[in-house]
């Protein structure tokens, strides 16, 4: 399975964006990037996917370095509720398959 | 339309009994995934099921754990004798079909051995 490097934690101040790095060299042309988020005492919580392409939706935004070697999931205004773990996981695009969870990035936000 | 839900949320047990954890999909979904995590540990895949087939069950331990999704109502996680080494969150997570990469979580079940 392709592995994937994030930071362990990271800090940011409510109202302001946040850039979640996440570190995939080894990723293969048939790999989707996932990111997914945990609340504390909660399941995880789909937030985006991508291919190619930049990505956006009601939560977040994806960015997918053109070499997909890297890609960073951007939170356009942190509010406290998006303080969780987020993980960025990568799956074969051509079907749905189990999900390997790293350490992820635990994401502080500061009122 | 309701979530996953999964029952119960809390489950106490002790040591050599039988723990049932319950997972209803989504409404449609068709595709169940359990997953296990340990206390401060990361979320560990168990088994991948669809209606009355097994698809996955690499990471299944190989003894007392089992796991079925029949046509009719929830998909079941069963772990027979119990250890203390059990005790963690088991949470399930659906997806409408093998094409639809988002899958969307339970609560989870937080099983406590004593």
């Known amino acids: 399975d392709a592995k994937t490097t994030q930071p362990n934690s990271m800090e940011s101040n409510e109202e302001e964006p946040v850039h979640l790095p996440c570190n995939h060299s080894?990723?293969?042309?048939?790999?989707?990037i996932h990111w997914y988020r945990q609340l504390p005492s909660q399941g995880p919580e789909y937030v985006i996917h991508g291919l190619t392409s930049n990505v956006n939706n009601r939560m977040a935004s994806l960015a997918i370095a053109e070499d997909r070697k890297s890609s960073t999931l951007i939170l356009h205004r942190a509010t406290l509720r998006d303080a969780a773990v987020y993980y960025c996981i990568l799956s074969p695009y051509y079907y749905t398959d189990k999900l390997i969870f790293g350490t992820g990035t635990r994401l502080q936000v500061f009122p | 339309n309701a979530g996953v839900m999964q029952n119960p949320r809390h489950l106490v047990r002790r040591r050599g009994q039988e723990a049932r954890l319950r997972c209803s999909p989504m409404k449609g979904h068709s595709h169940v995934y359990w997953y296990r995590q340990l206390p401060e540990e990361g979320l560990k895949f168990m088994v991948y099921?669809?209606?009355?087939?097994?698809?996955?069950e690499s990471g299944m331990p190989k003894e007392r754990f089992s796991a079925e999704f029949p046509k009719e109502g929830p998909s079941i996680l069963r772990i027979q004798q119990v250890v203390r080494g059990d005790s963690a969150a088991y949470f399930c997570?659906?997806?409408?079909?093998?094409?639809?990469?988002?899958?969307?979580f339970g609560p989870g079940t937080r099983l406590t051995v004593t």
């Open positions: 080894t990723i293969s042309g048939t790999d989707y």
């Open positions: 997570a659906s997806s409408l079909n093998r094409d639809n990469h988002e899958q969307y």
């Open positions: 099921l669809q209606k009355e087939n097994i698809i996955d």
